[in-house]
């Protein structure tokens, strides 16, 4: 690029050379020409001065009804004239002016081509016409006749109202053609050397722009017209921490937008989404389009207010709240943004860090409700032992792995399937529950990739060890179009394992009932197992199982835990343990964690039972039935 711009102004500053030169032979040229004009213009004045005093002394009277009367007088005066003339006065005559403006002969003593008394004569009226009219000896070039080289108007007897003839005296030379004889060829190849050059600067600056087009290209977002990674890959090279703020934003439920009107209609939102965020923001700042349906801004910043980019983030935010998302075949639109702020970036080592303490500062707002701005103003710093890109990291470098816990088999207390429970291992090798990192990432890709990191474990456990294995879904994970194909094509890819495969749904949030059966059924489809798990502490879970393929209960740990102290848990457990019972349905006690739970459970007739005095959660499977 640096090479390119050298070699521009190259190609400049040599057309500018050629261009000074070339202009410089011109200026040489016509300086010698008006030198040499003014020579021949000073002694024609002479010339044309002595005749008209001739003309004046030897005709008293009016000039035309004097010399149309007397033919003699003119013949002589014409005599007189055309002794002036020379090689180089070649043409000397006097005109005059009729009622209708045109220009006639007086005398003519020219050397050839003379005109008869009175005949017309085409002329430059505007030159002549200021000589009759102001009384003023005129000289000018005549340019556009070969033949001749200037022209010299000299009036004759003036009066108030202007003279009534102007005598002419036209002369050439050769000495102006000889000039440019000499002169012309340099001219024209300056002239030549000028116009090739600023074709090539012409040609190179096509270039340039035609490659400026194509890099602009690479770097740039086709959907959204902002820039994309690889513009933002050049621009962290040079970043300075002073001088930006950050933003990210992401689009509110984008892929509800997604799944309810189709990827043409999020295409359309996404557009217009940058639109409004491109006139929201100034020329200097940079919007990149950073993900799906994330944005990431670099702020420049406003010395006099360390807060600017909430404000601008909190106009965007404004401005798409408030904007009719008009899409065809799909009305309006609600749609609304989040975003976080990192203010202060010089307070991270690196620009990536500060972008990702916006992210964090993101999802914040995200689980705080949507359609809102977090600041770094409000949080700074972000305390958190796990944040959102060291679940990214730990996937990448594997530190996603399953626990798994048994159920046994309370007849024969014996383990006869197991529950993976998903773990984060830290670098300094803690291991850390899911409570700990699965609520910041939910609803996001990290949570896609996690959710389908954790199924092909458990497929290559069961691979194995031969041995069931039950793995946590919600009723979101199936509620979301994208999260529950990401689900069914990771089952799919392992089909001939299904049989051994038991997914427990958690019903954290309600949902369309109809959508819930038919996606729970195709899992069912694929051969996979389907329980119910924390049943007891649900919004309405004996409304779900008279529209869900349920085939097993897991009685809730709030219900097992104080089971042996408890006439009335004794007795929801018991009923419990009759409603599976009628519906066919297998129950497993959950949070058996002492003896005395153990027997309870033993008493009530329940099958199976999981809990820490059954066996807690470890990395491997020991045995299975």
Same mark, same amino acid.
């Given at each position: 690029?640096?090479?390119?711009?050298?070699?521009?102004?190259?190609?400049?500053?040599?057309?500018?050379?050629?261009?000074?030169?070339?202009?410089?032979?011109?200026?040489?040229?016509?300086?010698?020409?008006?030198?040499?004009?003014?020579?021949?213009?000073?002694?024609?004045?002479?010339?044309?001065?002595?005749?008209?005093?001739?003309?004046?002394?030897?005709?008293?009277?009016?000039?035309?009804?004097?010399?149309?009367?007397?033919?003699? #007088?003119?013949?002589?005066?014409?005599? +007189? @004239?055309? &002794? !002036? %003339?020379?090689?180089?006065?070649? /043409?000397?005559?006097?005109?005059?002016?009729?009622?209708?403006?045109?220009?006639?002969?007086?005398?003519?003593?020219?050397?050839?081509?003379?005109?008869?008394?009175?005949?017309?004569?085409?002329?430059?009226?505007?030159?002549?016409?200021?000589?009759?009219?102001?009384?003023?000896?005129?000289?000018?070039?005549?340019?556009?006749?070969?033949?001749?080289?200037?022209?010299?108007?000299?009036?004759?007897?003036?009066?108030?109202?202007?003279?009534?003839?102007?005598?002419?005296?036209?002369?050439?030379?050769?000495?102006?053609?000889?000039?440019?004889?000499?002169?012309?060829?340099?001219?024209?190849?300056? #002239?030549?050397?000028?116009?090739?050059? +600023? @074709?090539? &600067? !012409? %040609?190179?600056?096509?270039?340039? /722009?035609?490659?400026?087009?194509?890099?602009?290209?690479?770097?740039?977002?086709?959907?959204?017209?902002?820039?994309?990674?690889?513009?933002?890959?050049?621009?962290?090279?040079?970043?300075?921490?002073?001088?930006?703020?950050?933003?990210?934003?992401?689009?509110?439920?984008?892929?509800?937008?997604?799944?309810?009107?189709?990827?043409?209609?999020?295409?359309?939102?996404?557009?217009?989404?940058?639109?409004?965020?491109?006139?929201?923001?100034?020329?200097?700042?940079?919007?990149?389009?950073?993900?799906?349906?994330?944005?990431?801004?670099?702020?420049?910043?406003?010395?006099?207010?360390?807060?600017?980019?909430?404000?601008?983030?909190?106009?965007?935010?404004?401005?798409? %709240?408030?904007?009719?998302?008009?899409?065809?075949?799909?009305?309006?639109?609600?749609?609304?943004?989040?975003?976080?702020?990192?203010?202060?970036?010089?307070?991270?080592?690196?620009?990536?860090?500060?972008?990702?303490?916006?992210?964090?500062?993101?999802?914040?707002?995200?689980?705080?409700?949507?359609?809102?701005?977090?600041?770094?103003?409000?949080?700074?710093?972000?305390?958190?032992?796990?944040?959102?890109?060291?679940?990214?990291?730990?996937?990448?470098?594997?530190?996603?792995?399953?626990?798994?816990?048994?159920?046994?088999?309370?007849?024969?207390?014996?383990?006869?399937?197991?529950?993976?429970?998903?773990?984060?291992?830290?670098?300094?090798?803690?291991?850390?529950?899911?409570?700990?990192?699965?609520?910041?990432?939910?609803?996001?890709?990290?949570?896609?990739?996690?959710?389908?990191?954790?199924?092909?474990?458990?497929?290559?456990?069961?691979?194995?060890?031969?041995?069931?294995?039950?793995?946590?879904?919600?009723?979101?994970?199936?509620?979301?179009?994208?999260?529950?194909?990401?689900?069914?094509?990771?089952?799919?890819?392992?089909?001939?394992?299904?049989?051994?495969?038991?997914?427990?749904?958690?019903?954290?949030?309600?949902?369309?009932?109809?959508?819930?059966?038919?996606?729970?059924?195709?899992?069912?489809?694929?051969?996979?197992?389907?329980?119910?798990?924390?049943?007891?502490?649900?919004?309405?879970?004996?409304?779900?199982?008279?529209?869900?393929?349920?085939?097993?209960?897991?009685?809730?740990?709030?219900?097992?835990?104080?089971?042996?102290?408890?006439?009335?848990?004794?007795?929801?457990?018991?009923?419990?343990?009759?409603?599976?019972?009628?519906?066919?349905?297998?129950?497993?006690?959950?949070?058996?964690?002492?003896?005395?739970?153990?027997?309870?459970?033993?008493?009530?007739?329940?099958?199976?039972?999981?809990?820490?005095?059954?066996?807690?959660?470890?990395?491997?499977?020991?045995?299975?039935?």
């Amino acid at each position: 690029m640096k090479h390119r711009y050298l070699y521009i102004l190259i190609s400049v500053s040599i057309v500018l050379a050629i261009g000074y030169l070339y202009h410089s032979v011109v200026e040489v040229k016509n300086e010698i020409t008006d030198k040499i004009g003014k020579v021949y213009s000073e002694n024609a004045g002479e010339f044309a001065a002595n005749a008209a005093r001739m003309i004046e002394e030897e005709v008293p009277g009016p000039l035309y009804a004097t010399l149309r009367a007397d033919p003699v #007088l003119r013949n002589r005066l014409e005599r +007189a @004239l055309s &002794l !002036l %003339a020379n090689p180089t006065y070649r /043409y000397i005559y006097l005109l005059r002016r009729d009622r209708y403006g045109d220009f006639r002969y007086l005398l003519d003593g020219s050397m050839e081509d003379r005109g008869d008394f009175d005949a017309r004569l085409n002329v430059d009226k505007k030159r002549w016409e200021r000589a009759f009219n102001e009384c003023r000896t005129t000289l000018f070039t005549q340019r556009k006749l070969e033949t001749l080289f200037a022209t010299l108007l000299r009036p004759v007897k003036c009066g108030p109202d202007g003279a009534e003839g102007v005598l002419a005296i036209d002369f050439s030379t050769r000495v102006p053609s000889t000039i440019q004889d000499v002169i012309g060829p340099v001219e024209r190849t300056f #002239l030549y050397v000028f116009i090739a050059i +600023a @074709l090539l &600067l !012409l %040609a190179v600056l096509w270039q340039s /722009y035609l490659n400026y087009k194509v890099e602009r290209e690479k770097e740039t977002d086709p959907l959204t017209g902002l820039y994309n990674r690889a513009y933002l890959r050049k621009f962290l090279k040079k970043f300075d921490p002073h001088s930006y703020q950050v933003v990210m934003m992401d689009i509110d439920h984008f892929k509800m937008i997604n799944d309810n009107y189709g990827h043409k209609t999020g295409d359309a939102v996404l557009a217009e989404t940058a639109r409004i965020i491109r006139r929201s923001i100034r020329e200097n700042d940079i919007a990149i389009r950073y993900g799906g349906e994330e944005f990431l801004l670099f702020i420049e910043r406003e010395k006099e207010n360390d807060d600017f980019a909430t404000e601008v983030a909190e106009r965007i935010r404004h401005n798409i %709240a408030e904007h009719r998302f008009i899409v065809e075949e799909s009305g309006v639109i609600d749609v609304s943004i989040s975003g976080g702020v990192t203010l202060d970036t010089t307070h991270f080592k690196t620009p990536v860090d500060a972008i990702r303490h916006a992210d964090e500062l993101l999802y914040r707002a995200k689980h705080e409700g949507r359609n809102r701005i977090v600041s770094s103003s409000d949080h700074l710093p972000v305390h958190q032992d796990v944040t959102i890109n060291d679940v990214k990291q730990a996937l990448m470098e594997g530190r996603i792995v399953c626990h798994y816990q048994p159920v046994v088999d309370l007849r024969t207390n014996e383990p006869v399937k197991y529950e993976a429970l998903v773990r984060l291992e830290k670098d300094d090798g803690e291991v850390l529950a899911p409570n700990a990192f699965l609520e910041m990432i939910m609803y996001t890709s990290v949570y896609n990739e996690l959710t389908r990191h954790v199924i092909m474990t458990v497929f290559e456990a069961i691979e194995r060890h031969s041995c069931p294995i039950s793995f946590n879904l919600n009723f979101s994970d199936l509620l979301d179009n994208v999260t529950f194909e990401m689900i069914v094509r990771a089952i799919e890819s392992r089909k001939e394992l299904t049989r051994w495969l038991t997914v427990e749904l958690l019903e954290n949030e309600k949902g369309n009932e109809t959508v819930m059966k038919e996606r729970v059924e195709r899992l069912k489809s694929l051969g996979v197992t389907i329980a119910l798990d924390d049943f007891g502490s649900g919004y309405a879970n004996f409304d779900i199982l008279q529209f869900m393929p349920i085939d097993i209960l897991k009685i809730d740990g709030s219900l097992i835990k104080n089971l042996a102290g408890s006439q009335k848990l004794h007795a929801v457990v018991k009923t419990v343990k009759i409603l599976g019972d009628g519906l066919g349905m297998e129950c497993i006690a959950e949070f058996v964690h002492d003896e005395a739970t153990y027997n309870a459970v033993r008493e009530l007739g329940i099958t199976y039972g999981q809990g820490y005095f059954l066996g807690k959660p470890a990395p491997e499977i020991e045995s299975c039935r």
